[in-house]
């Protein structure tokens, strides 16, 4: 039986990409009536490659009497990081037609940052075989 430990370099393409939206109601402007404001959003998207690391290890042994000779069986696991991604967005403002010909802003433009870690855990079962 062998056990062991794996580490190294690893790289790999990331990416983020979606849409905020703002949806609202509001409450009247000068005792009027409740209106809906029209939905504001907007799309973001980063994508890069990044250089992080890989670590596990595993075990993989024979079992004589299971397998026939030169075959072995191994269960492994792998935790990836990549690192993150940071990327933002910006909201546009709500605009609604107003009285007399004005437009009536509700929500001023905003920004939101977005910040996106990515790990992955592998595990693999497997069975080796050996020429001899």
Do not use: C
């Not at 596990?56 to 042994?61: A, L, S």
């Not at 990549?82 to 709500?94: A, E, F």
């Not at 009536?104 to 001899?132: C, E, K, M, P």
């Amino acid at each position: 039986m062998l056990i062991y430990g794996t580490g190294g370099l690893a790289y790999g393409r990331v990416g983020v990409s979606g849409n905020t939206i703002i949806s609202e109601t509001s409450t009247g402007l000068n005792s009027g009536p409740p209106f809906a404001i029209p939905p504001s959003g907007s799309q973001f998207d980063a994508f890069k490659t990044n250089v992080r690391f890989a670590v596990g290890g595993g075990i993989e042994g024979k079992w004589s009497y299971l397998l026939p000779a030169g075959w072995t069986w191994k269960v492994e696991y792998l935790y990836l990081d990549l690192g993150s991604l940071n990327t933002g967005t910006t909201l546009v403002p709500t605009t609604f037609p107003g009285s007399g010909g004005f437009t009536n802003a509700i929500i001023s433009a905003q920004t939101g940052a977005i910040h996106t870690h990515f790990t992955d855990n592998i595990v693999r079962v497997g069975l080796n075989y050996q020429f001899h």
